[in-house]
């Protein structure tokens, strides 16, 4: 039942071909995450302000409004098109295509407010660098349809595949979700300690980072990498981690602090799939074993984490034998 179905083609996903639309949809994202950040009660980690996948897209899921109206916003990767639906049968579309940032932040703004919804928000980004306000900027305007459906596919391939490694914890874990501060997908799990306090930590990390996590996810190649990417990683970090080997794909990256798994490589591979979950899997052993977690009470058996423990254990038992006879 937990088995990966056929998850049809790997599209290409180069970040230098459509890296304009990209930072254009990330900024109308932040529009509507913004709203969805002022309709809704305030969760742990801002789970609150997250995106999920749709058959179609990206979507808020409902949010209360005024007048015991319910909204949900959904990006249609499909028809191109913002969709807000209420409680009372309304529907308003917006055209995804080639204009301004500020020309769909006054067209959602108006959207709204046809429907009886107000929302306040503040309209400068968050997560990026040199922010330009969303009801000002001119300068991100490019929309290629061929690549927004494109990165929609590719969530959600990443969507199956990190719901098929989220059913191995049984400790706190998020939902598998698209935050739009960073651009990017990513499933969460805890141990349940308090992590020390980071240094210089604004209200977002400092949220986001109150406790002990591995995280793991996908981002399209923004943020600095240049590539579309598979990552995982442990804070706080472990001591030792950058020295892990992994058996499969991937590597401990150590200007980004994290290990990587390049899409590219991936979608290659004989078997991309497994491959990819070979890396969520071996990536988490080697930090919940550096950080000393309690894996007996938080870790479900199963074939796949059975599989790449006994690996583990094998390897490091012939770096033990090897040591052994080195002394001799």
């Known amino acids: 039942m937990n088995t990966v179905p056929d998850l049809g083609e790997w599209p290409e996903l180069d970040w230098e071909q459509w890296k304009e639309t990209a930072e254009t949809l990330h900024m109308c994202t932040q529009i509507v995450g913004k709203t969805r950040l002022a309709l809704t ?3 742990n980690h801002w789970w609150n302000t997250t995106f999920y996948l749709t058959a179609r897209g990206l979507t808020t899921s409902a949010m209360p409004a005024d007048n015991g109206i319910v909204l949900d916003v959904e990006f249609d990767f499909i028809s191109h098109e913002v969709v807000c639906r209420t409680s009372r049968g309304e529907i308003r579309r917006i055209p995804l295509r080639s204009v301004a940032v500020a020309t769909f932040f006054a067209e959602f703004t108006q959207a709204l407010a046809s429907l009886g919804i107000s ?3 503040n309209p400068t980004p968050v997560e990026v660098s040199n922010p330009i306000r969303c009801d000002r900027d001119t300068m991100h305007h490019r929309y290629d349809a061929d ?5 929609w596919n590719v969530l959600r391939i990443s969507d199956t595949l990190l719901k ?4 191995n914890f049984l400790g706190k874990i998020s939902p598998v979700h698209f935050f739009w501060g960073s651009f ?5 799990r805890f141990n349940g300690k308090r992590a ?4 210089g930590a604004d209200r977002i990390q400092g949220e986001a980072y109150s406790h002990e996590v591995i995280s793991a996810g ?6 600095g990498y240049g590539r579309a990417a598979f990552y995982s990683y442990a804070a706080p970090v472990p001591a030792g981690l950058d020295k892990t080997t992994l058996r499969g794909l991937g590597r401990f990256d150590v200007k980004m602090g994290e290990f990587i798994l390049d899409y590219d490589d991936a979608r290659k591979a004989a078997d991309p ?3 990819v979950l070979e890396f969520l899997q071996e990536t988490y052993s080697a930090a919940a074993d550096l950080a000393k977690w309690e894996r007996a009470s938080l870790d479900r058996d199963d074939e796949i984490a059975r599989e790449i423990r006994l690996n583990n254990s094998q390897r490091h038992a012939t770096v033990n034998h090897d040591d052994v006879k080195g002394t001799t």
């Open 41 to 43: 009660p305030t969760q």
């Open 119 to 121: 929302a306040k928000i």
């Open 147 to 151: 690549a927004a459906g494109r990165f």
């Open 164 to 167: 098929r490694f989220s059913t």
């Open 184 to 188: 990017d997908m990513a499933v969460t």
């Open 196 to 199: 020390p306090a980071r240094v």
């Open 218 to 223: 996908f981002w399209p190649g923004n943020g």
């Open 273 to 275: 799939a497994d491959s």
